[in-house]
């Protein structure tokens, strides 16, 4: 099993996550993280470190967000390995409560 980064995070990008993670398993795009599921233990610390709780378990995916199982595996082949914690975006606060927001993943 593995953790998803879902919609929550785009343009938010808060990386509280990947500061807990012991794995290093996060990867980060112009305005989004996913986790490799390859890499992931399972160990849900990530999870309640999420500020706009964009992370789920992939047994509690809800429905609306499948995709980003498939598209988390995708992304972390291409995007660079995170291992640091970084400044959120200056506009994330305005992206915390968006839905709808997957158009606006820069891939």
Do not use: Q
Not at 5 to 30: A, L, M
Not at 33 to 62: F, G, H, R
């Amino acid at each position: 099993m593995t953790f998803v980064v879902t919609e929550s995070c785009i343009k938010c990008k808060y990386t509280d996550c990947v500061e807990v993670c012991p794995v290093d398993c996060f990867y980060e795009g112009p305005n989004f993280l996913v986790i490799n599921p390859d890499e992931c233990i399972d160990c849900a610390l990530c999870e309640p470190e999420c500020p706009v709780k964009a992370i789920y378990a992939e047994e509690d995916l809800p429905e609306k967000y499948s995709e980003y199982l498939s598209l988390n595996e995708k992304l972390s082949k291409e995007w660079p390995v995170l291992t640091t914690k970084k400044d959120a975006p200056p506009d994330a606060k305005e992206w915390e409560t968006v839905e709808d927001k997957r158009h606006l993943l820069e891939e």
